[in-house]
């Protein structure tokens, strides 16, 4: 098969390099490969024999009509010619894009079958029992289970569990604290009564257990002082529990519930912070003839760390351990994510299963760090300016200033009482000079910047301040 690469003379030698040993023509076309146009390439293709064109990723030009015209296959290759040595050699393997580019194109396409496979192996597994159709133990995927902390006192606890549900969790976890009463109990999941997908009552209150038994499918946590008390009702409402060590320690408590009736038993050995003994208790995390409960959320919770390198490690442990539920919260702002981040990495021991690490699996959880840091070749220049100090004194934009924030997932710019909003800062910024709302040049760059910060900030889960850090 034989390829045209058409690039820039800046990428010149790493195309070269990556097509070493390939029957492919390298073709300089101007500087920069972005910068090819249709009637180029279609020159290039009209001057000798070839099977297909490969372009860069990072151009924006349709080539359709050449194609069309040529009879020659064009598709796009990677952003970076850095990325090449990665495609070239498994064309005989793979189908590239015409429109996006390989790189994300292959990405999408490796996560798309990642996940595929999660929801085929989880269809295909054996389970020790169900929660309203969610499989938990056996061969099943490790279940996340999110936390609702105070639930009694949420503004909306229909939405709360709703977007628990939509980022990843398969049961959601209601707490009461001591000030709840067996009504709020009885509100809250009255309020959710529809909701399809399993919830849990967290409480060791037999009044709050039992409030919440003609609704909930899961009981957190009972041990040998709420077990006399609950069991039989527990029981007799087919609900699962949650059984911990208490004064006694967790086999007793296992075999005090299974003589109480209850037949569906998560086992919880109580995994212990950072600090307080986190590796110790692990060696309590043996089977006992019962699913077994992670309770990651207590140790991210503790921790001032970022969650998702976190939750990844974490969820390895439980894997190791043969967990079959791992809980997770976010219940500070530092782990805001944490049930997604949870989802994505019980999906990632799915994957691992027959291969020794849970790396190269089609997704995983970086998030800030890079998987491989690109070489790309260096900057070609006869000149060098140093950049001068801006001024400290500002010229207004006769247009008028705008206020930059970010509310319910979209980036909001407000000039003159009108809100111009979107999810890319390019749009943003591209809307507000379609509609004449900037007109000097270094306005337009401070807007740039700081919408650019705020996509940043929604991307990441951070907070914005206009004419802040980030």
Wanted: glycine content about 8%; some cysteine; aromatic content about 6%.
């Amino acid at each position: 098969m034989r390829l045209l690469l058409p690039t820039g003379s800046i990428t010149r030698d790493t195309v070269t390099q990556a097509a070493r040993g390939m029957d492919a023509e390298v073709v300089i076309t101007g500087e920069i490969a972005s910068f090819l146009t249709p009637g180029q390439l279609r020159s290039l293709l009209s001057g000798g024999t070839y099977d297909m064109a490969i372009v860069s990723g990072m151009c924006t030009a349709s080539f359709a009509d050449v194609e069309q015209d040529t009879g020659v296959p064009i598709f796009k290759g990677p952003r970076h010619a850095a990325d090449l040595p990665l495609i070239l050699p498994r064309l005989g393997e793979i189908t590239l894009s015409r429109t996006v580019p390989a790189d994300d194109y292959l990405a999408a396409e490796r996560k798309k079958a990642a996940l595929t496979r999660v929801r085929r192996e989880e269809e295909e597994a054996s389970c020790d029992f169900s929660i309203r159709g969610v499989k938990i133990g056996g061969t099943s995927r490790m279940k996340v289970l999110a936390e609702i902390m105070d639930a009694h006192r949420h503004p909306d606890i229909a939405a709360a569990v709703e977007r628990f549900f939509a980022s990843g969790a398969d049961i959601v976890d209601l707490g009461f604290g001591f000030d709840a009463t067996p009504g709020d109990v009885r509100q809250c999941f009255a309020a959710l009564r529809e909701f399809p997908g399993p919830l849990a009552v967290d409480s060791q209150d037999p009044e709050l257990i039992r409030a919440a038994l003609f609704r909930a499918d899961l009981v957190l946590s009972l041990q040998e002082e709420n077990i006399p008390l609950v069991a039989a009702e527990v029981a007799r409402a087919g609900a699962a529990a949650v059984i911990v060590p208490g004064g006694r320690d967790l086999a007793a408590n296992l075999r005090a519930a299974e003589a109480g009736g209850i037949n569906r038993i998560i086992a919880d050995p109580l995994l212990q912070p950072v600090g307080s003994g986190l590796v110790a208790s692990l060696r309590a995390f043996a089977p006992e003839g019962h699913p077994l409960f992670f309770g990651a959320g207590n140790v991210v919770e503790l921790l001032d760390a970022d969650s998702p390198g976190a939750n990844a490690l974490l969820a390895g442990m439980a894997r190791e351990c043969g967990a079959a539920v791992i809980f997770t919260s976010e219940h500070s702002d530092k782990t805001l994510g944490s049930v997604g981040e949870m989802r994505t990495a019980t999906e990632m021991m799915v994957l691992v299963r027959d291969r020794p690490y849970p790396k190269d699996l089609g997704i995983d959880l970086l998030v800030m760090k890079e998987k491989r840091r690109r070489r790309e070749p260096p900057l070609s220049y006869t000149e060098v300016i140093d950049a001068i100090p801006m001024p400290d004194d500002i010229t207004y934009d006769p247009r008028g200033n705008l206020r930059i924030g970010i509310e319910d997932g979209m980036i909001v710019a407000v000039h003159n009482g009108i809100a111009f909003r979107g999810e890319r800062w390019q749009d943003v910024l591209w809307t507000l000079l379609a509609h004449d709302r900037v007109s000097l040049l270094d306005h337009a760059a401070y807007l740039g910047k700081e919408l650019f910060k705020a996509e940043c900030a929604l991307r990441f889960g951070r907070s914005f301040e206009q004419d802040g850090p980030f």
